[in-house]
T-cell receptor, first 114, second 112 residues
Framework: AQTVTQSQPEMSVQEAETVTLSCTYD???????LFWYKQPPSRQMILVIRQEAYKQQNATENRFSVNFQKAAKSFSLKISDSQLGDAAMYFC???????????FGTGTSLTVIP | DTGVSQNPRHKITKRGQNVTFRCDPI?????LYWYRQTLGQGPEFLTY????????KSRLLSDRFSAERPKGSFSTLEIQRTEQGDSAMYLCASSPGGLWLFFGSGTQLSVL
């Protein structure tokens, strides 16, 4: 099974500031997909951003962007201009290009301080 | 399109009882996944359907667990002879061809 590691159990950021959440993964494949999911206290998990491994350009969705370092097997999430609504658990996930399973990390709990 | 719907939201049962959960995916999604999540952990894969066919099942999944997706529409997950270790959040997700997952709100199971 693939391994996804999130080494920061908890992070905090001041409102309007920028925060980066870390994720590393272990794979021997060259074709795969990486994801960041957000799980607010209501518990429904939603997709934040998605990256295809074959794309060199880092994905961006409004205030959310990633730093994808394929050689280092690193996939960090940057949240700019943090808002109170960004407070949630954030999960990094991996899916092989040929497989069907999505593998999740243990999550990072983000607190946004007003 | 109202998203992925899961019922019930909460289930409390006594050890040894059987429970069944239902998931209604987004109608045009052909793939459906079941995950289990315990406190402080990420979702753990249980099983996956493409249309009505159950194509993968986790090796960690005991034979007390069974899932169905008749006619490729809604899915049910049944746990027989529940144990306290089965207490968890059970998440259903549907997917358009495996591109990404759309999750439901989950069913929180508590086994007393």
């Amino acid at each position: 099974a693939q391994t996804v590691t999130q080494s920061q159990p908890e992070m905090s950021v001041q409102e309007a500031e920028t925060v980066t959440l870390s994720c590393t993964y272990d794979t021997s494949e060259s074709d795969y997909y990486l994801f960041w999911y957000k799980q607010p206290p209501s518990r429904q998990m939603i997709l934040v951003i998605r990256q295809e491994a074959y794309k060199q350009q880092n994905a961006t969705e409004n205030r959310f962007s990633v730093n994808f370092q394929k050689a280092a097997k690193s996939f960090s999430l940057k949240i700019s201009d943090s808002q109170l609504g960004d407070a949630a658990m954030y999960f990094c996930a991996y899916r092989s290009g040929t497989g069907n399973q999505f593998y999740f990390g243990t999550g990072t709990s983000l607190t946004v301080i007003p | 399109d109202t998203g992925v719907s899961q019922n019930p939201r909460h289930k409390i049962t006594k050890r040894g009882q059987n429970v069944t959960f239902r998931c209604d995916p987004i109608s045009e999604h052909n793939r459906l996944y079941w995950y289990r999540q315990t406190l402080g952990q990420g979702p753990e894969f249980l099983t996956y359907f493409q249309n009505e066919a159950q194509l993968e099942k986790s090796r960690l999944l005991s034979d007390r667990f069974s899932a169905e997706r008749p006619k490729g529409s809604f899915s049910t997950l049944e746990i027989q002879r529940t144990e306290q270790g089965d207490s968890a959040m059970y998440l259903c997700a549907s997917s358009p061809g495996g591109l990404w997952l759309f999750f439901g709100s989950g069913t929180q199971l508590s086994v007393l």
